[in-house]
Antibody
Framework: EVQLVESGGGLVKPGGSLRLSCAASGFTFSSYSMNWVRQAPGKGLEWVSS????????YYADSVKGRFTISRDNAKNSLYLQMNSLRAEDTAVYYCARGMATDYWGQGTLVTVSS | IVLTQSPGTLSLSPGERATLSCRAS???????LAWHQQRPGQAPRLLIYGASIRATGIPDRFSGSGSGTDFTLTISRLEPEDFAVYYCQYYRSSPYSFGQGTKLEIK
């Protein structure tokens, strides 16, 4: 069974940093691209970042470019999102999702940016 | 690519047919158009990819169609668990944009 479990969310002050993790199991992690998608409270889905299976290709939404860094460790079956210079508008549930078509999603981790 | 979904809210009764629309700001490859369902308090789940291919375990009352700029998700006979928010997504190239969503509510 494919499982994606996010962790690392929490309350952080504006300008602060946070590192999210996504633990993957039930599939060959190193064969899939991975994504972070977020959802602000009461809002729709917003794609944040993607990374190819071997980390050769990395993409970011304009809204996070220069502040967020996506990475992965295929030996640990893990995906990461380093978030720096956080703003109030980054407050959201952050989901990791598998593959280009985002065919499996984790349950999400809540990031709240507030003073 | 900007994806615009309509209507914003659709009010129907169980057993009725639902038709949801997703329009792209320019012609896109149907091979990279997906539909996701999100029930309240839950993570999204993939329903359709490649515009018309049902994901694993998705009932056949869900179907997708379309090409060019216009795509449709059809639910043939609504079940109570189908009342949710639906998002289309284009995933061929960055940015992998989502539509703003259509809320399907019980009439």
């Amino acid at each position: 069974e494919v499982q994606l479990v996010e962790s690392g969310g929490g309350l952080v002050k504006p300008g602060g940093s946070l590192r999210l993790s996504c633990a993957a199991s039930g599939f060959t992690f190193s064969s899939y691209s991975m994504n972070w998608v977020r959802q602000a409270p009461g809002k729709g889905l917003e794609w944040v970042s993607s990374i190819s299976s071997s980390s050769s290709y990395i993409y970011y939404a304009d809204s996070v470019k220069g502040r967020f860094t996506i990475s992965r460790d295929n030996a640990k079956n893990s995906l990461y999102l380093q978030m720096n210079s956080l703003r109030a508008e980054d407050t959201a549930v952050y989901y990791c999702a598998r593959g280009m078509a985002t065919d499996y999603w984790g349950q999400g981790t809540l990031v709240t940016v507030s003073s | 690519i900007v994806l615009t979904q309509s209507p914003g809210t659709l009010s129907l009764s169980p057993g009725e047919r639902a038709t949801l629309s997703c329009r792209a700001s320019q012609s896109i490859s149907a091979g990279y158009l997906a539909w996701h369902q999100q029930r309240p308090g839950q993570a999204p789940r993939l329903l359709i990819y490649g515009a018309s291919i049902r994901a694993t375990g998705i009932p056949d009352r869900f179907s997708g169609s379309g090409s060019g700029t216009d795509f449709t998700l059809t639910i043939s006979r609504l079940e109570p668990e189908d009342f949710a928010v639906y998002y289309c997504q284009y995933y061929r190239s960055s940015p992998y944009s989502f539509g703003q969503g259509t809320k399907l509510e019980i009439k």
